[in-house]
């Protein structure tokens, strides 16, 4: 025989009401008590009828999450840290793969409405197919929290890091290291997390006296031979080249120093790199590469809170959670100089950076 929550109870030592409490996700139970629970729920292996559940109870205690591309590492660390957050509260996750389309998107959104999960994190394929009308039509009934590539004009729970701080970082840094000449290249700039970055490598030039030139700003997208192609056919070509290249995430990032080795560049001696976004494989790379990192475990913790929160208050109309972590530098040899830089007017000097 299966064990029932009155077994649960007297394992963890509480009263059956707390224990149904702590299945049923209540937040009326002390931490102490809760974790009591899903202590004996793990001896015992309790597995609740999660169908007759739902029948008396109209909820599912399950949540789903859908991303544009799962074999992208980026995307499984922000689904582990969902998970936990979900598993700690008693609710389930369901993962889904839009596959960078719109439409599969739309397809995976309309599969956990018919699931009926309780609500839904996104990470949208692509900013210009969202809207606020064709996601109401699309989640009538469950909540929506919006995760890293966010959708423009999209009012909705959302989390994500700190975009334009976190570019203005690591411009700042390839400043630091005495580059006045550094190219960018974005992503798809539907994504408003994308104008963000871009917004910070401006304001890094313009708060150190440095002109934004045009010639250096290429707008690239998720596509590793459409990035490819852009770099080898102007942004890395002898004539007027920079000395230094920020990619704004790690798709394109990846697409960036695949060029610019095939073309016999190399980092730092040729080029100092810095990407947004740890890229696959990183161990592999020599010299190793200079990236933004973003908390992604905290990312899809604090997401689940916030959709949670958001299932509590039952009212779509109170005010949204915007939250921005602070992302982190981590500098490794790709943005390192092997020689001194040197202006007309005597040594570069490093220039203060402003705090908020």
């Known amino acids: 025989m299966p064990p029932n929550q009155k077994e649960l109870a007297k394992l963890a030592g509480v ?26 729920i793990r001896v015992l292996n309790y597995q609740p009828n999660l169908i007759a559940r739902s029948l008396k ?26 998970e936990c957050a979900a598993r700690e509260r008693g609710y389930f996750l369901i993962v889904l793969d839009s596959e960078g389309s719109p439409l599969r998107e739309t397809d995976m959104i309309a599969l956990l409405m018919a699931q009926r999960v309780e609500g839904i994190l996104l990470v949208t ?18 909540p929506v929290v919006c995760l890293d590539r966010l959708p423009m004009d999209l009012d909705v ?16 840094h390839l400043m630091g290291m005495g580059h006045t000449e550094i190219a960018i290249i974005t992503g798809p700039l539907t994504l408003k997390n994308e104008q963000e970055r871009l917004r910070g490598y401006r304001q890094a030039l313009q708060k150190n006296g440095i002109p ?4 250096l700003i290429w707008n690239g997208s998720f596509e590793q031979e459409h990035v490819a192609r852009m770099c080898q056919n102007g942004l890395l070509r002898p004539i007027n080249r920079p000395s230094a290249l920020f990619a704004t ?40 590469v200079t990236s933004v990192v973003q908390p992604t475990f905290d990312m899809g913790y604090q997401a689940v809170e916030v959709l949670l929160r958001r299932i509590g208050k039952e009212k779509t109309g109170s005010s949204r959670e915007k939250i921005r972590l602070p992302a982190t530098l981590k500098v490794r040899d790709s943005s390192n100089i092997p020689y001194v830089m040197k202006s007309k007017k005597g040594p570069f000097r490093q220039p203060r950076l402003r705090t908020k």
């Open 249 to 288: 995430n790690g798709v394109t990032g990846l697409a960036a120093l695949r060029s610019l080795y095939a073309v016999g560049l190399r980092t730092p001696k040729d080029f100092s790199f810095v990407t947004f976004d740890e890229i696959t494989a990183e161990d592999f790379f020599r010299p190793g």
């Open 212 to 215: 934004v030139q045009s010639s």
């Open 125 to 142: 394929a692509d900013g210009r197919e969202l809207s606020s009308e064709r996601l109401a039509s699309l989640t009538s009934s469950s």
């Open 57 to 82: 109870t109209n909820r599912t205690h399950t949540l789903g999450i859908v991303v544009p591309d799962i074999t992208i590492p980026f995307f499984p660390k922000i689904i582990r840290g969902a």
């Open 157 to 172: 729970d959302s989390v994500c890091v700190d975009d334009c701080g976190a570019a203005e970082m690591a411009i700042s």
């Open 15 to 40: 009263s059956s009401g707390t224990v149904s409490n702590v299945i049923s996700g209540s937040t009326n139970v002390s931490e102490r008590s809760r974790q009591k629970v899903l202590e004996a």
